[in-house]
T-cell receptor, first 113, second 111 residues
Framework: NAGVTQTPKFRILKIGQSMTLQCAQDMNHNYMYWYRQDPGMGLKLIYYSVGAGITDKGEVPNGYNVSRSTTEDFPLRLELAAPSQTSVYFC????????????FGPGTRLTVL | GENVEQHPSTLSVQEGDSAVIKCTYSDSASNYFPWYKQELGKRPQLIIDIRSNVGEKKDQRIAVTLNKTAKHFSLHITETQPEDSAVYFCAASSGGQNFVFGPGTRLSVLP
């Protein structure tokens, strides 16, 4: 199993540009999450999904959108990039409600100039 | 909502000494408390976790204690080694989607 994978690893955007951060997992996990980690800070939950077709907002959803058309994939969309979105983005997954362990992807480092 | 505080923000110890990091949480419904280690430029890695029906858990040099009444839990690392140097995050969850992370502790183990 590859676990949780993310692409790209690095990206530089100009203000106002759009992009999609990709996340996939091959563990058949129902729960998937998107976090952002600003320099020297902890992780903040952006969006999460409890299964295909179901998504919900986390603590810091403004400026982002997600979709979950399959169990495996959970892309994060930035529509109008702003410097405040400069961060490292981590995707994570866990099996289900009765299990607790989250598995993290390697992260995407995004810079908005 | 849940709020997790973590102290200290930085910690330096001599190799071989013990390190203790403490977290407090606000939501009495939280029942799962993981600890993650994050090395520079890497993803967070789960190192130990504890559930609310357990007071203490140990895995070799790492232990976690939980005081539900006081709403705090602590990470204890004994016989520290240089490879223990990293940022450590605690988190609290009441199940499902709700994971709230502390701000992190940067641990430096000095040779």
């Amino acid at each position: 199993n590859a676990g949780v994978t993310q692409t790209p690893k690095f990206r530089i955007l100009k203000i106002g540009q759009s992009m999609t951060l990709q996340c996939a997992q091959d563990m058949n996990h129902n729960y998937m999450y998107w976090y952002r980690q600003d320099p020297g800070m902890g992780l903040k939950l952006i969006y999460y999904s409890v299964g295909a077709g179901i998504t919900d907002k986390g603590e810091v959803p403004n400026g982002y959108n997600v979709s979950r058309s399959t169990t495996e994939d959970f892309p994060l969309r930035l529509e109008l990039a702003a410097p405040s979105q400069t961060s490292v983005y981590f995707c994570a997954s866990k099996a289900g409600l009765s299990t607790d362990t989250q598995y993290f992807g390697p992260g995407t480092r995004l810079t908005v100039l | 909502g849940e709020n997790v505080e973590q102290h200290p923000s930085t910690l330096s110890v001599q190799e071989g000494d013990s390190a203790v990091i403490k977290c407090t949480y606000s939501d009495s419904a939280s029942n799962y408390f993981p600890w993650y280690k994050q090395e520079l430029g890497k993803r967070p890695q789960l190192i130990i976790d504890i559930r609310s029906n357990v007071g203490e858990k140990k895995d070799q040099r790492i232990a976690v204690t939980l005081n539900k009444t006081a709403k705090h839990f602590s990470l204890h690392i004994t016989e520290t080694q240089p490879e223990d140097s990293a940022v450590y995050f605690c988190a609290a969850s009441s199940g499902g989607q709700n994971f709230v992370f502390g701000p992190g502790t940067r641990l430096s183990v000095l040779p």
